[in-house]
């Protein structure tokens, strides 16, 4: 998957908004003000970092190549996907969605039902 279609599927995604809270050149999408991506649009592999469920982290680490643990994150938590690699895309849009719900069901009730609405 290129970079910009990772890129634009995130933002397919009901309410998320693309920031810049590092700096101009680390890209973060957030669905209801928490971080579900990011990437770094310079890099080469592009790479991008998602959430992910812990156990699951680790079976998807076990069994692809291209899923490390999350550069610098809380590696339980996140991994970094090599992009232009091995990786199938629908293996990328599942895991973005993943990513995503994760977040969204973290989130206040409130805030969640909005959301899901």
Known sequence: MHLADFCAHCLSLPHVEETTPFGPDVLVYK????????????????TANLKCDPDRAI???????????GYHMNKRHWNTL???????????????????????????KKLRAEITQ
């Open 59 to 69: 079976d998807l680490r076990d069994r692809y190549e291209d899923v490390q643990p």
């Open 31 to 46: 669905v209801g003000g928490k971080m579900f991506a990011l990437t770094v649009p310079d890099d080469h592999p592009a």
């Open 82 to 108: 090599t992009l232009e690699g091995r990786l199938s895309n629908a293996l990328i849009v599942e895991l973005i969605r993943h990513s995503y719900d994760l977040v969204v069901a973290s989130l206040p």
